[in-house]
C-alpha cells in the first residue's frame, strides 16, 4: 500500500537555521510528492510538489527532490524565519488507477523558530 | 484569488445528533475530496467526488455519506455522531484534465466538536 513516514517533531530552531524535515515513502505505483502546510487555525497550503524521479520541487526558499532509490522527498531551507513556523506535511498521490488524486500523508511536524 | 470555501466553520453537536458540512469549490475545479484530521493526527482521506459522480472511497463510516451537486458544491453528511467524529474535516478541490488530476486546493476546515 501507500504510506509517508515523516520525522517526528516538534522542531525548534533559531531564526537563519538551516532545516531538514525528512520524509520517506512507500507506493505500489509512480506517485507525485507533496509538502503541505498548515499554519495556526488555516487550512492546508501547497509549498511545493514533485511529479517525478529526480525532479526538484522549490518555493519560497524551501527545496526537496524527488528520490526515487531512496524513496525520500525531504524537505530543506538554507535560513528560516520566524513566519515559517507551521506544521509541515509529506504527501504523495498516485498518478493512475482507481485512487487517482488522493493524498496520503505522513504525521506532520511541528517546526518552530525563535527569534 | 478565490479559494475554497467551507461551512460552518465551527460546530458544536452533542451525540447521536446529525451534521452537515459544506464545501464550495474554487470555480472551474470538477473534483472534490474530503479528508478528516484528529487532534494531532495527519489528515485522513474519506471520499472524492468527480463530475458529480464518487470516484474514491476511503476510510469513511457508514454513518457518513456526501455527494457533490449540479453546482459542483459538496455536503458531507454525518449522523449518528459519535465522540470520535470529533475533528477538523477539511475540503480539497481540484481541477482533473483527462482524468490527471492536478495539486489539490484545501479550505479551511470545519471544526466539529461532538460532545
Known amino acids: 500500500g501507500n504510506s509517508v513516514t515523516q520525522m517526528e517533531g516538534p522542531v525548534t530552531l533559531s531564526e537563519e537555521a538551516f532545516l531538514t524535515i525528512n520524509c520517506t515513502y512507500t507506493?505500489?505505483?509512480?506517485?507525485?510528492l507533496f509538502w503541505y502546510v498548515q499554519y495556526p487555525g488555516e487550512g492546508l497550503q501547497l509549498l511545493l510538489k514533485?511529479?517525478?524521479?529526480?525532479d526538484k520541487g522549490s518555493n519560497k526558499g524551501f527545496e526537496a527532490t524527488y528520490r526515487k532509490e531512496t524513496t525520500s522527498f525531504h524537505l530543506e531551507k538554507g535560513s528560516v524565519q520566524v513566519s515559517d513556523s507551521a506544521v509541515y506535511f509529506c504527501?504523495?498521490?498516485?498518478?493512475?488507477?482507481?485512487?487517482?488524486?488522493?493524498?496520503?500523508f505522513g504525521r506532520g511536524t511541528q517546526l518552530t523558530v525563535w527569534p | 484569488a478565490a479559494g475554497v470555501i467551507q461551512s460552518p466553520r465551527h460546530l458544536i453537536k452533542e451525540k447521536r445528533e446529525t451534521a452537515t458540512l459544506k464545501c464550495y469549490p474554487i470555480?472551474?475545479?470538477?473534483?472534490v475530496y474530503w479528508y478528516q484530521q484528529g487532534p494531532g493526527q495527519d489528515p485522513q482521506f474519506l471520499i472524492s467526488?468527480?463530475?458529480?459522480?464518487?470516484?474514491d472511497k476511503g476510510s469513511i463510516p457508514d454513518r457518513f455519506s456526501a455527494q457533490q451537486f449540479s453546482d459542483y458544491h459538496s455536503e458531507l453528511n454525518m449522523s449518528s455522531l459519535e465522540l470520535g467524529d470529533s475533528a477538523l474535516y477539511f475540503c480539497?478541490?481540484?481541477?482533473?484534465?483527462?482524468?490527471?488530476?492536478?495539486?489539490?486546493?484545501f479550505g479551511p476546515g470545519t471544526r466539529l466538536t461532538v460532545t
Open positions: 467526488f468527480y463530475e458529480k459522480m464518487q470516484s
Open positions: 507506493a505500489t505505483g509512480y506517485p507525485s
Open positions: 480539497a478541490s481540484s481541477p482533473t484534465d483527462s482524468g490527471r488530476s492536478y495539486e489539490q486546493y
Open positions: 504527501a504523495l498521490s498516485e498518478n493512475r488507477g482507481s485512487t487517482l488524486g488522493r493524498l496520503y
Open positions: 470555480p472551474r475545479h470538477d473534483t
Open positions: 514533485a511529479t517525478k524521479a529526480d
